[in-house]
Each structure stands twice: as structure tokens, then as C-alpha cells.
């Protein structure tokens, strides 16, 4: 339990405030799948395709019957999905 109930927890609150904003977040910060969705220019459709597929390995948190993504696990991944050409895919492929 949080420490002291009756103080808001600052993340919590930031959310409250501002739902569609991610320029706040800290790397370990959990995002909503609206917010993941909107860092990584997908829609919340295609996370959610990708999570029950496992289609992409992006790292998510359950948190009871909610999704949640650190936002350091978006940005690894991300980061991960960089390439240079398609001929290493390709290359790779026909061995």
C-alpha cells in the first residue's frame, strides 16, 4: 500500500491531469495502451493484436485486469526494430 493514503501518488495524478501526455513519463514509467500506442504511431487495435498473437515480442505488464507498458521496454524495442536495409531479413531467410 502507498505509504501515506492521503497524499496522491504523483504519477497517478499526472495521469489524472493529463491522460493523453507522455512528455512527463519517467524510463520506468507504466503507460496505458492509448499511450504506448500513441509513442509508437500505432493504434491501441494493433497492440492489442500484437499481445494476444505474440505477433512482436513488446514486453507488457498485466495489473489485475489492466495493460501496462514501461515505457523503457517501448523504447528497447523500438530501438530493436532498427534497421538499416531489408537484404539482412532477406539474406537471412534464404539460408
Not at 19 to 30: E, S
Not at 35 to 64: D, E, M, N, Y
Request: glycine letters at 8%; proline letters at 8%; charged letters at 20%.
Amino acid at each position: 500500500m502507498y505509504p501515506n493514503p492521503t497524499m496522491p501518488r504523483p504519477l497517478a495524478s499526472m495521469m489524472r491531469q493529463h491522460p493523453g501526455d507522455v512528455t512527463g513519463l519517467t524510463p520506468d514509467a507504466l503507460m496505458t495502451p492509448q499511450q504506448a500506442a500513441q509513442v509508437l504511431g500505432l493504434s491501441v487495435k494493433t497492440l492489442a493484436t500484437w499481445r494476444s498473437t505474440g505477433r512482436h515480442a513488446l514486453p507488457f505488464i498485466r495489473c489485475g485486469g489492466r495493460v501496462r507498458y514501461r515505457r523503457s521496454d517501448v523504447d528497447a524495442w523500438l530501438e530493436s526494430q532498427s534497421r538499416t536495409s531489408t537484404a539482412a531479413a532477406v539474406e537471412g531467410a534464404a539460408r
